[in-house]
């Protein structure tokens, strides 16, 4: 069974950053596209960041020129670079794994707030 472990986050002030990690077990990581969500109370979880198992990305229009999703398949992790975050990244934000199924980590809170 895949399993998804976050990390990363935390309290920061509008305008710092963060870095998200996602650590994968039990998966042939590099077929795996790799993606974040995040979700904030009362609202859908919405599409941050995803990268393909040949390294294409996509963001989300909101986070575009701020975030940056990575991937290293030698040690089975996707990271998240958050910068010159905004109040409104504040939320949990979900590791997804996809090969025909989803799987899903456990969520990590970001907050941001002065």
């Known amino acids: 069974q895949v399993q998804l472990v976050e990390s990363g986050g935390g309290l920061v002030q509008p305008g710092g950053s963060l870095r998200l990690s996602c650590a994968a077990s039990r998966i042939t990581f590099r077929l795996y596209t790799m993606a974040w969500y995040r979700q904030t109370p009362g609202k859908e979880r919405e599409l941050v960041a995803k990268i393909t198992s040949v390294g294409s990305t996509n963001y989300a229009d909101s986070v575009k020129g701020r975030f940056t999703i990575s991937r290293d398949n030698a040690k089975n992790t996707v990271d998240l670079q958050m910068n010159t975050l905004k109040p409104e990244d504040t939320a949990v934000y979900y590791c997804?794994?996809?090969?025909?199924?989803?799987?899903w980590g456990q969520g990590t809170h970001v907050t941001v707030s002065s």
């Open positions: 997804n794994a996809k090969f025909y199924t989803d799987t």
